[in-house]
């Protein structure tokens, strides 16, 4: 892809803030697989500088109420985008986004 200035932490995410070198340095973080609770808003804003996005692709945790709405401190869930519609044996698969402000 000849991307330059990226890198790709294949860690748990657990581990991400062990890395102090890419605290508020990344424009996109990217995860999956991830349980929805303050560990994950805390390490996601950690990481992010302000105006960089997270892509969450997750279950249906967060379905529900307002899209648009503060998650945590600095952090804002700006959108949800159906990856693979619901079928009758499971939910859907969903692309949640994330967006840290200052």
Known sequence: M??????????????????????????????????ADDSLWTTTTSLLKPGGRGFWFGGPELTGGDVEREIAPGLRLTSFHSLVPASTDNGSSRLAVLQKFA
């Open 2 to 35: 000849a991307l330059s200035g990226v890198e790709v932490a294949n860690i748990r995410f657990e581990a991400l803030p062990s890395r102090l070198d890419l605290t508020g340095r990344a424009g996109l973080v990217s995860f999956r697989a991830v349980r």
